[in-house]
């Protein structure tokens, strides 16, 4: 067996009328989203590139550019999903995934179970297999001057020799 981690990161800053999209859950009462072409799921969208990265199998950008039309307004679970597949059919398995969120607001803690839960069925994995974890920047940078959301995902996979 031969194990590797990947690292991935995204941010996306805030966008007036959309919704709020973080690891497959629409948080309700949010009073902006963020803005992208796809769905501008940050959480998933650091999943899938640490994904991609533990597998050797490039970025999100490579496989879904922001370019092409076919993306706009996408799932990204549904991309999480895709792309776990991808990757079984290079002969990984996704074996854990932990990941943060980075934001001043709004409270994300009550979405923890949810989120962990579709992100964990994403990818086929049991919930407690899958962390979130939610931090502030106290007030600094971008993130802390409230005008988006970072997160950050490390990934383990695994392959049989």
């Given amino acids: 067996m031969s194990e590797r981690a990947g690292i991935g990161y995204d941010s996306h800053r805030f966008g ?33 590139d640490a994904l991609l990265g533990a597998a050797g199998l490039g970025d999100i950008g490579q496989h879904y550019p922001d ?3 076919r993306w706009r307004d996408a799932d ?16 990984w398995s996704v074996r854990h995934v932990d990941a943060t969120v980075i934001c001043e607001e709004p409270k994300l803690g009550g979405h923890r179970d949810a989120m962990r ?22 007030g600094m940078g971008f993130v802390g001057r409230g005008e988006g959301i970072a997160a950050l995902a490390i990934t383990t996979v695994e392959r049989a020799d």
Avoid: M, Y
């Fill in 117 to 138: 839960a579709r992100l964990a069925e994403a990818v086929g994995l049991p919930p407690l297999e899958v962390n979130v974890k939610f931090t502030t920047n106290e």
């Fill in 67 to 69: 370019s092409d039309e």
């Fill in 76 to 91: 990204s679970v549904a991309l999480l999903e895709e792309v776990a597949g991808f990757l079984e059919q290079h002969g």
């Fill in 16 to 48: 007036e009328g959309r919704r709020l999209v973080l690891g497959g859950v629409e948080v309700p009462g949010a009073s902006r989203g963020l803005a992208g072409h796809s769905d501008a799921d940050a959480l998933t969208h650091a999943v899938i």
